[in-house]
Nanobody, 119 residues
């Protein structure tokens, strides 16, 4: 059973910073691409950022220059450093990972963590 567990969400003022973490646990051989998505009320889930196993990154235009995604392969963990936060960044943030196990390649999601940017 593979699980993704997120942490680090919360309430922050505009212009502030937060760091999200997501750790993968369970039985698997390899973690391929990891990423963060977000979903605001009444909106579709959207990509925020991804990072490959080779640390190639991709960002949504709306977060470029403000957010940084990174990963620690030894800890099976992906991070999202969010700076210069704006009210429109308010969403539930979900961790996502493409993981290879004895079942083959599967996509996994975390439970979500709330990020609220408000004064």
């Amino acid at each position: 059973q593979v699980q993704l567990v997120e942490s680090g969400g919360g309430l922050v003022q505009p212009g502030g910073s937060l760091r999200l973490s997501c750790a993968a646990s369970g039985s698997f051989f390899r973690i391929n691409t990891m990423g963060w998505y977000r979903q605001a009320p009444g909106k579709e889930r959207e990509l925020v950022a991804t990072v490959t196993s080779g640390r190639i990154t991709n960002y949504a235009d709306s977060v470029k220059g403000r957010f940084t995604i990174s990963r620690d392969n030894a800890k099976n963990t992906v991070y999202l450093q969010m700076n210069s936060l704006k009210p429109e960044d308010t969403s539930v943030y979900y961790c996502n990972a493409d993981i290879q196990s004895w079942l083959g390649n599967s996509e996994y999601w975390g439970q979500g963590t709330q990020v609220t940017v408000s004064s």
